[in-house]
């Protein structure tokens, strides 16, 4: 087969983007502060200062920018924030996926405990909780810790709003051929190579 009638072959490179945690994704998996009280009530917990912990997660950050702004550049100091924003938001949401499991067992347990026919769920011996109760206190526990960091990245992102001068976003760092090894990139040189 002659060169001009060999058909070539362009790649199209496709570039995909790794997603980052959202703070709206926080918010959907994680108690708002209306659920946070509801769930203190009903299970006897403390009630968080919601408020509290966001206005101070925010001046902290405020405030630890300000003793470092003379040793950073704007960039740096964008980076960096954006770095501790980044963790503050993927902890919460980290916190509210695992609420989330945790309600969803309490929610299972709680439903083999109303099936009368079983007899591996009954209460436990007098003066002790069943199981499907201490997963339900569980779950209570794991909910006012996701809304707790909620709060805290709420305020984070306050910040860096406050500092940068632009809302956060998260970072998305790009990448190449997803799933393809060296070797298989390499593959595909040497064969490209051969015609």
Known sequence: MSSSTRSTKTKAR???LRKGTTLEMVRLC???RHQATLISESFGL???????????HERS????ADTLSEGLSEKAMQ???????GSHVGSAYGAGQFYS?????????????????RDEDIDGPVGFDSKAQRK?????????????????AEGAVAAYEHVVGEGWKPYERQTENPGQGV??????LQMAALG
């Open 79 to 85: 980076i960096h924030l954006q770095r501790i924003v």
């Open 46 to 56: 403390c009630v968080l200062d919601s408020d509290g912990i966001r206005e101070f």
């Open 101 to 117: 499991k945790a309600v969803t067992e309490a929610k299972d347990a709680t439903a083999k405990l109303a099936n009368d026919t």
């Open 136 to 152: 339900r206190e569980f779950a209570a526990e794991m909910g006012l810790q996701a809304h707790a960091l909620r709060m805290a």
């Open 61 to 64: 950050l405020i405030e630890s």
């Open 14 to 16: 496709v570039v995909q």
């Open 30 to 32: 994680c108690p708002d």
């Open 183 to 188: 070797s298989r990139q390499a593959a595909d």
